[in-house]
T-cell receptor, first 119, second 110 residues
Framework: GAGVSQSPSNKVTEKGKDVELRCDPI?????LYWYRQSLGQGLEFLIY????????KSGLPSDRFSAERTGGSVSTLTIQRTQQEDSAVYLC?????????????????FGPGTRLLVL | QKEVEQNSGPLSVPEGAIASLNCTYS??????FFWYRQYSGKSPELIMF????GDKEDGRFTAQLNKASQYVSLLIRDSQPSDSATYLC??????????FGTGTRLLVSP
């Protein structure tokens, strides 16, 4: 079946512009995560959705960052007034959660990422 | 102290050898641990997950977890040049975010 998809794959923008990054999770996966990976760095958690609600937004770096999820499926991460330090690969992951006892249900599967470059 | 720590490497091993990748974690509440492989310019792909103390084997890969020592490792037997990548260790509490280490770069020479 189809994996997690993200668009655009690459985005170059000018400082101060707004950008929207899209994630389409694996069908049926209720949980969706956004991470950021800067050059040579590990993955940094941004936000977690369970269905359409976001129980954990603790990783969003500033109020310029926001995300939403509609219909329990597609999610959009929006960065307003982009800064050069926002340049990174933005990765989305989804997992099948809910219920108990099935080992590995919470395994997160990653999309290909969006490479954002802010000039 | 980072929640999940890994030696950045590179770890260099000859083809056919065993590669041993190590990870320590500070959050005793972490319940599950994941090893992801990431090729340069690509997204992470899951290799293995482990919940229980002891060893878990899958083909050439063995994950080891020692909760008392807060230590997770990944052994790769019969290493191949195609195994050359960055290996990311991550821990997790229940259905929460993955907390990643910065990864260990593995180089397998022919």
């Amino acid at each position: 079946g189809a994996g997690v998809s993200q668009s655009p794959s690459n985005k170059v923008t000018e400082k101060g512009k707004d950008v929207e990054l899209r994630c389409d999770p694996i069908s049926g996966h209720t949980a969706l995560y956004w991470y950021r990976q800067s050059l040579g760095q590990g993955l940094e958690f941004l936000i977690y959705f369970q269905g359409n609600s976001a129980p954990d937004k603790s990783g969003l770096p500033s109020d310029r960052f926001s995300a939403e999820r509609t219909g329990g499926s597609v999610s959009t991460l929006t960065i307003q007034r982009t800064q050069q330090e926002d340049s990174a690969v933005y990765l989305c992951a989804s997992s099948l959660e809910g219920g108990e006892g099935r080992a590995g249900m919470e395994t997160q599967y990653f999309g290909p990422g969006t490479r954002l470059l802010v000039l | 102290q980072k929640e999940v720590e890994q030696n950045s490497g590179p770890l260099s091993v000859p083809e056919g050898a065993i590669a041993s990748l190590n990870c320590t974690y500070s959050d005793r509440g972490s319940q599950s641990f994941f090893w992801y492989r990431q090729y340069s310019g690509k997204s992470p792909e899951l290799i293995m997950f482990i919940y229980s103390n002891g060893d878990k084997e899958d083909g050439r890969f063995t994950a080891q977890l020692n909760k008392a020592s807060q230590y997770v490792s990944l052994l790769i037997r019969d290493s191949q040049p195609s195994d050359s990548a960055t290996y990311l260790c991550a821990g997790r509490r229940g259905f929460q975010k993955l907390v990643f280490g910065t990864g260990t770069r593995l180089l397998v020479s022919p």
